[in-house]
């Protein structure tokens, strides 16, 4: 115990702690927005003794946490917390303030936070969030129990606020109570103000105003929602003739609320379906609220947030069950605690990375060679077997062969090494058929001799017609992308040397083709070359792999333990630091020790990309995020590498505020990325390198703004990086001294 006390003093756990009493308000509305939980802190202050029991609870609940060596990521982002402050603030209301309330409530936030880890276990496993369930077990516990504990007084506070506000803000804030108490407002925004201040047991249009403020400020798509959610349960109410004060009286309005951002917006991406999911749940909510009530009334149990959980959960739990995905009614996989985030992130994503459902197969030849037949082929391409490739090489006039073609040797391609597309193990091998003069196939052995690899359980790659004798693996055997396999042939059912080469989901030689996209490589056409990232070749089209250029490979290779620092020339800043570091879910990502950002980031053997960033836009890590959003590691000179940016990532925000209420719809914006090989000292022996990227907003096609960037790379890696911004310039010189630190890694 003592040992996990010295641990919670630390300057990072301190900074852990103070991020989770601060989270643990705003998680009420499924945020992580500091701004945000300042103003629900503040509300809660409204009544004094209320808002110290509520930050008592937060504070028990985080330290508790820590002392039993919880998750730190989960105390940090308040999802302990947020339902121990919910018991603090109900119990606080109830009681009057006494060393008995003291003690009440830190055992109320003990049992929570056991009920929280509980449910974290019970619900969790089926990866669906346990909400305010601990708080509803929480208060009717102790709401039961200490109805028993005459040492408890009820509180009267609520009788003289007015005495209470001219303590905490005088005369001024009693007024400007009593102004908006009094305003003449419509009766639906006066209900709503007042339902949803009493999320925080707070009863007034004041406070209600203030979380809608707030709500603004945090999410426009949220802020939204709940208008919608609420106006759909009042509508309810007034058609069906139901008794208005359920909302009115008891201000269980904000269920509707809840449930309106919950299902809209927070644990689904935002969508039409999504919009339209609200408009049926609702209602059902309403349904649940006025029935709970009644059972719970034979108990005197407040209902609570009762019906927004049932509800919700309910239907996150239904949607389990979905026989397939669906993207138009799509689950919220990566919480990033904002609706907005969440949507530009998910449409970013299914653009960058719908090709993650692949496997990252690659040609299995050297060099430059051509697609004679392709899927749906002229020849033998056909019905079970259309997803094929037959590859030759060719020369400066298309042709296949050198003099008049009539010996194997004749052919480009004949003898070539073929290499494996993909790491893997050997399955099947055919070695013994001889090869056919030209002109002439072998029927009785159609695919010739063959390898079959398998790449996974339901990938396997077959090459085809290779020379006799030339394979190099045989059964079991497990090899690597570009291990040489064997040579090119004219094997089996095949008039002139060629490879056949098909991806097929089991693993026999004549087994059914797969349809499976190439991951990457280059199309070369008049002298330009395009680069693809999973999709398929087409016949006609010069393809090769892409090289690894070393240069770039060995600048975008970030070691979690490394230490990056630059000089920055342009800036306050003098010395920038940044630490590579890895998640427990192995994500890498690097941190600026200046403003504690964070860029997550994926390097393959090809690519380098960012995934992610959180921290402030203005820091020089997030520019870094942007210039080198996307990077492919080889060098094929005017190349260019183009990607999308996620909007709430770089948009300006003056901007983005009209956006973010009608992008669950309609999305008029983009955020691109494109990146250009400007120049090589040496194509052979290369000792410096130079790119540059830009980035550009659109709104209906207009440009907005752009910025760019100059990478530079030498032999020791990444040199330098330059930002260009209309009138501004920042050069980031790299220091290579001490930049490793082996105590550093996990």
């Known amino acids: 115990m003592y040992k996990n006390i010295h641990t919670l003093l630390k300057s990072d756990n301190a900074s852990l702690f103070a991020d989770s009493l601060l989270n643990s308000y705003s998680q009420i509305f499924f945020s992580t927005y500091k701004p945000f939980a300042v103003l629900i802190m503040l509300v809660t202050f409204i009544d004094f003794y209320t808002g110290l029991t509520g930050l008592l609870a937060v504070m028990v609940t985080s330290v508790g946490g820590f002392l039993l060596n919880l998750d730190k990521n989960n105390i940090a982002k308040g999802l302990y917390g947020f339902n121990g402050l919910l018991v603090g603030l109900g119990l606080g209301i109830y009681y009057s303030f006494s060393w008995y309330l003291i003690f009440i409530v830190v055992m109320a936030a003990i049992l929570t936070l056991f009920i929280s880890v509980s449910m974290q276990g019970i619900i969790g496993k089926y990866n669906i969030p346990y909400l305010s369930i601990p708080f509803l077990l929480g208060i009717w516990i102790f709401t039961i129990a200490t109805k028993h504990f005459d040492a408890l007084g009820i509180s009267e506070r609520g009788i003289y606020t007015m005495n209470e506000l001219y303590v905490i803000g005088g005369h001024s804030l009693v007024k400007v109570y009593e102004y908006f108490n009094a305003a003449e407002i419509p009766p639906f925004l006066k209900v709503y103000f007042i339902s949803l201040s009493a999320i925080l047991f707070q009863y007034n249009v004041l406070a209600g105003l203030i979380l809608s403020i707030g709500l603004l ?293 004549g087994s059914e083709t797969l349809d499976h996209p190439i991951s990457n490589f280059l199309i070369y056409n008049n002298g330009s070359i395009s680069f693809n990232n999973y999709t398929v070749p087409k016949q006609g089209e010069l393809i090769s792999n892409i090289e690894t250029n070393e240069l770039i490979k060995q600048a975008f290779h970030f070691v979690p333990g490394q230490q990056i620092k630059f000089n920055v020339e342009g800036n306050k800043v003098l010395e920038l630091v940044w630490n590579v570091k890895l998640t427990p879910a192995n994500e890498t990502y690097l941190e600026c020790t200046l403003s504690k950002s964070k860029a997550y980031f994926v390097s393959t053997d090809n690519l380098f990309y960012f995934t992610h960033f959180d921290g402030k836009k203005e820091s020089l890590l997030h520019h870094f995020y942007l210039g080198a959003f996307k990077i492919q590691k080889s060098f094929y000179t005017h190349h260019q590498v183009n990607d999308d940016i996620p909007l709430h990532q770089y948009f300006p925000k003056k901007y983005l505020w009209f956006l973010d209420f009608i992008s669950p719809f309609i999305r008029l914006a983009k955020s691109r990325f494109s990146l250009n090989y400007i120049s090589v000292d040496d194509v052979f022996s290369p000792s410096r390198i130079e790119l540059q990227s830009t980035t550009m907003n659109t709104f209906i096609g207009k440009k907005i703004n752009d910025n760019q960037y100059i990478i530079q790379i030498n032999q020791h890696g990444l040199e330098s990086f330059n930002i260009k911004k209309t009138n501004k310039h920042i050069s980031l010189k790299r220091i290579l001294n001490n930049e490793v630190s082996l105590a550093a890694y996990p």
């Not at 990375?353 to 056909?382: A, I």
């Open 217 to 509: 400020l945090f999410s426009r798509i949220a802020f939204s929602l709940s208008l919608i959610g609420f106006f759909i349960a009042y509508s309810f109410y007034r058609s069906i003739n139901a008794d208005i004060t359920l909302i009115e009286y008891s201000y269980i309005g904000f269920n509707y609320i809840l449930t309106a951002i919950a299902i809209g917006g927070f644990f689904l991406i935002p969508s039409p379906r999504s919009y339209v999911s609200v408009g049926i749940l609702v209602p059902l909510v309403a349904i649940l609220s006025i029935s709970l009530s009644s059972v719970l009334l034979v108990f005197n149990l407040p209902i609570y947030s009762l019906p927004f959980n049932v509800m919700v959960l309910m239907f996150l739990y239904v949607l389990k069950y979905r026989m397939s995905y669906s993207s138009k009614l799509a689950e919220v996989y990566y919480q990033y605690n904002s609706p907005e985030a969440n949507l530009y992130t998910y449409v970013n994503n299914q653009q960058r990375y719908q090709f993650l459902n692949y496997t990252p197969v690659k040609l299995p030849f050297m060099g430059t060679w051509k697609v004679s037949q392709g899927h749906d082929g002229e020849y033998t391409h056909q019905k079970k077997y259309r997803h094929a490739w037959d590859f030759v090489i060719t020369d400066n006039e298309d042709k296949q062969f050198k003099n008049d073609g009539d010996f194997l040797e004749d052919y480009y391609c004949y003898n070539k090494p073929v290499i494996a597309c993909d790491k893997g193990v050997v399955e099947e091998v055919v070695d013994y058929i001889d090869d056919n003069v030209v002109g002439e196939v072998n029927l009785e052995h159609n695919w010739g001799n063959t390898v079959v690899i398998k790449h996974n359980d339901s990938v396997y790659s077959k090459v085809s017609h290779l020379k006799k004798d030339s394979i190099t693996v045989k059964k079991g055997d497990s090899v690597g992308f570009g291990q040489v396999i064997g040579k090119c042939g004219n094997s089996g059912r095949s008039p002139y040397p060629h490879i056949h080469f098909q991806l097929q989901p089991f693993p026999y030689i």
